[in-house]
């Protein structure tokens, strides 16, 4: 009964929607922690050694933060599949073009798939400058997050890369909450403008918390 469920364009998108949803969450909490950097080194690097002590003394050090991870790689892997899958669909079922133009949808849906390009690309260099140090700029400090965030964004491209993907992300999550509320049934005539003022208004916020933090490393509000 999954496999069939999967096979489906409909159990395809079903995926996206809950595994978008689920990403969405965290990224919610994960910029209200981000923002904590401007309260000090002390608030930040307290923040940051909290989540890895989360959930003791039942859950062992990191253990916690390991099954976070771990959901999310599941639901990265599972958006992306499916939404890789849809599109291969989508190109096979219409392989010559329409001979009289579609209606012209928004920015937002047009730049859906390279945005979701973009953000695969950035989360794999995130998490190799600020969780493994890998590509990190001025040397990776382990256990002191604030210093390693004023470094990466005391470079140009780090600056660049990241406020890129953050305007890319503002755009997904836009067409991408509408979409998954569309799928999972809780639009309607009614409650459709509402579920696109709030798809709206997550999508600034998001991506307006996210950039805060490159532009107080510019700025010298954060250093």
Do not use: C
């Amino acid at each position: 009964m999954a496999r069939t469920v999967w096979d489906s364009s409909v159990g395809k998108k079903t995926v996206m929607a809950v595994s978008g949803l689920i990403m969405l969450s965290y990224l919610v909490v994960h910029m209200i922690g981000n923002l904590k950097i401007f309260f000090g080194a002390g608030e930040f690097n307290h923040y940051a050694h909290w989540l890895r002590t989360l959930g003791e003394p039942f859950m062992h050090y990191e253990w916690t933060l390991w099954v976070i991870r771990v959901v999310l790689v599941v639901a990265v892997v599972a958006h992306a599949v499916s939404a890789y899958q849809l599109s291969r669909r989508d190109i096979k079922a219409r392989p010559t073009k329409y001979v009289h133009g579609k209606p012209r949808a928004s920015y937002a849906t047009r730049t859906m798939r390279w945005g979701g390009i973009i953000l695969g690309l950035f989360i794999v260099w995130h998490i190799l400058d600020l969780t493994t140090g890998t590509v990190h700029s001025g040397g990776f400090q382990e256990g002191h997050p604030y210093q390693n965030v004023v470094d990466t964004f005391s470079t140009w491209y780090g600056n660049v890369i990241y406020i890129v993907a953050m305007l890319a992300l503002g755009l997904h999550v836009r067409h991408g909450f509408w979409s998954a509320a569309q799928t999972l049934g809780a639009g309607s005539r009614t409650r459709d403008r509402a579920l696109k003022a709030t798809a709206n208004v997550l999508a600034l916020l998001l991506t307006a918390g996210f950039i805060a933090v490159p532009v107080g490393v510019m700025t010298g509000v954060v250093s």
